[in-house]
Structure formats: C-alpha cells, structure tokens
C-alpha cells in the first residue's frame, strides 16, 4: 500500500517527475548465493520508479546485511 507524503520533494534528478510518494518495497540483499528480501518504506518516483533512501533505512539496511554476513543461519540461510 501506499500513501502520499506530506513533504512534495522537488522534481526528481533522472526523469523531472514530481510524483513521489512514500512506499514499502522489497529491497534485495545479496549474500553470497542467497537473496534476502528485505521490506522497507521509502520515496519512490511514481513516474520512474527511482528509489531515495534516508539515512535510517540505509543503516537499518547495512545492520541486516552485517548480521546476515556474519551468522547466515539467523535466518535459516545456508552457511557455506
């Protein structure tokens, strides 16, 4: 689902849209031979489809991804 921000963000860099609109995406992250899907809310150009990451969701992103790293079997990942 979506909603609209209460914030209108300037026109986008790629396509000059000014259609975004804060939205829960999957974001893929790439660990070794395993994809792990995770689900976040971010700005996405409607027009586009180009994604902007705050500060928060990267760290929140990055955190996943290090404990993924160092015990894959946290989520049933297979270790290598």
Not at 3 to 31: F, K, N, T
Not at 50 to 64: G, Q, W
Request: charge should be neutral.
């Amino acid at each position: 689902d979506q909603c609209v921000s209460a914030i209108r963000p300037a026109p986008r860099i790629v396509c000059r849209a000014e259609d975004i609109r804060m939205a829960e995406v999957r974001e893929e992250l790439h660990i070794d031979n395993d994809i792990v899907c995770v689900p976040v809310r971010l700005l996405v150009c409607q027009s586009c489809g180009e994604r902007y990451y705050d500060r928060r969701t990267l760290r929140y992103l990055e955190e996943i991804e290090d404990k993924l790293r160092k015990d894959k079997g946290a989520l049933g990942l297979a270790k290598q």
